[in-house]
């Protein structure tokens, strides 16, 4: 039996005035901060011990990913940080109240921009170059993103990192995004295409998976303080 860990970062501040984020960064809140403490603290209640913790090279990701360590007395365990578990790209949305766009576009549109999972957000006219993607082709910087397309770039993680250690017995603890999140959740669940729209992923909830030997899901749980 082995044990997977999604964890979606403590709110940010883009949660909390309700901006479209996407690859930017966004810090903490003083009560994301918490979050990240609470979390760490039901999954040391869990008893669980981990092998390795994945995460985006996105600050608000990477500080919740430090603090649950802490929490856990296992800040010792190797961070991967890949931008392949970014959050979503929001193309031209990102810094947008969301309520403003709802004004602009339509609650129909911006509900489909972001809860399908094909829709694509309007993109942005060429991308934004940044040291942490230095090494990345450029065709591999997006202008903006369907969840399709973001599971594009997650999915194959999944298969490459994560799985295979969960494989070998070793637990594992991925602290990333809500849309990252969902693609995983919904490749792991085998949730369809339509019905992918009504999953959310709370901010600081452990969702705790649990495989048998061959990578049959045998168990879910959503740890609540």
Not at 22 to 41: C, E, F, I, N, R
Not at 116 to 145: G, I, M, T
Not at 200 to 222: C, H, R, S
């Amino acid at each position: 039996m082995s044990k997977l860990v999604l964890l979606r970062h403590g709110q940010s501040l883009a949660n909390k005035v309700n901006e479209y984020t996407g690859w930017s960064d966004s810090p903490l809140t003083d009560y994301g901060v918490k979050q990240a403490h609470v979390a760490g603290k039901l999954l040391r209640s869990q008893q669980l011990e981990f092998a390795d913790l994945h995460t985006s090279v996105l600050v608000r990701a990477i500080k919740t990913a430090n603090i649950v360590l802490d929490e856990l007395h296992q800040s010792y365990i190797p961070i991967h940080k890949t931008w392949r578990l970014n959050e979503r790209h929001y193309g031209s949305l990102r810094g947008w109240n969301k309520d403003d766009t709802r004004k602009i576009f339509g609650a129909q549109q911006v509900a489909l921009w972001r809860r399908s999972y094909y829709a694509v957000p309007p993109k942005l006219d060429f991308p934004v170059l940044d040291r942490r993607y230095a090494n990345l082709p450029e065709s591999s910087l997006p202008l903006a993103e369907s969840l399709k397309m973001a599971s594009a770039r997650i999915v194959p993680y999944w298969t490459d990192t994560i799985a295979p250690q969960l494989m070998d017995g070793k637990n594992q603890l991925v602290v990333a995004h809500g849309s990252t999140l969902r693609a995983m959740i919904k490749f792991i669940e085998r949730i369809s295409d339509k019905d992918i729209d009504g999953v959310e992923v709370a901010n600081g909830e452990p969702i705790i998976y649990t495989f048998d030997e061959k990578m049959n899901l045998t168990d879910k749980t959503i740890v609540t303080d």
